[in-house]
Nanobody, 122 residues
């Protein structure tokens, strides 16, 4: 069974940095898009950044120049480097991976982690 799990959240002062990680475990054939989402308190989950299988990246406007998404395909891991953190970056960060479970099937599933809490406060 495929599982996705985030780590790296915590409490940081404004202007500080954090590095989030998300790893896929279990048996699967391939991983395509890897994305990070942010759910601020009392708000809906929103897309922050995506890195495609070929390495192309896209960022939500408010994090451009501050956040960087990378992936390590050998480790089935995606990272989110967050710099210049602001109080509005506070919330739960979820990882989503588009994963093909079996080579024999064209099905690609969407797998979510439970999230990791980031709190930006002085």
């Amino acid at each position: 069974q495929v599982q996705v799990m985030e780590s790296g959240g915590g409490l940081v002062q404004p202007g500080g940095s954090l590095r989030l990680s998300c790893v896929a475990s279990g048996s699967f054939a391939d991983i395509y898009d890897m994305s990070w989402y942010h759910r601020a308190p009392g708000k809906q989950r929103e897309l922050v950044a995506t890195i495609q299988g070929g390495g192309r990246v896209n960022y939500e406007e408010t994090v451009k120049g501050r956040f960087s998404v990378t992936r390590d395909n050998a480790k089935h891991t995606v990272y989110l480097e967050m710099n210049g953190l602001k109080p509005e970056d506070t919330g739960v960060y979820h990882c989503n991976m588009q994963i093909k479970p079996r080579e024999s099937s064209s099905y690609v599933g969407s797998y979510w982690g439970r999230g990791t809490q980031v709190t930006v406060s002085s």
